[in-house]
């Protein structure tokens, strides 16, 4: 659906669609549409700044947890803080892990 209201998003900037009759060419909410010509960011990238890892990281501790597991290697606070430390610059909350 993002590709579809960035494309109604040009057609409606080329002046090629009104706002109305470009939501309904693309199939999206005008309201929507509306509100991200207006610099509204979505739900997603309006909380991006509340996660402690950086976009794209998170699959990185994944992958390394399937791997110590594979390994046999424990999977705790004590072998998992010190690699998010590494990934992230800073040790989480002491809550971090069970959220």
Known sequence: QE???ALAMAAVREGKYSQRAAAKMYTVPSS???DRLRGVQTRSDSHSDQFKLPPGTERVLVDWCHF???TAHP???QTIYPKV???CGETPGHNWLDR
């Open 3 to 5: 590709e579809r209201i």
């Open 32 to 34: 929507t549409l509306n």
């Open 68 to 70: 110590l597991h594979l």
């Open 75 to 77: 999977l705790n606070r």
């Open 85 to 87: 430390k590494a990934l």
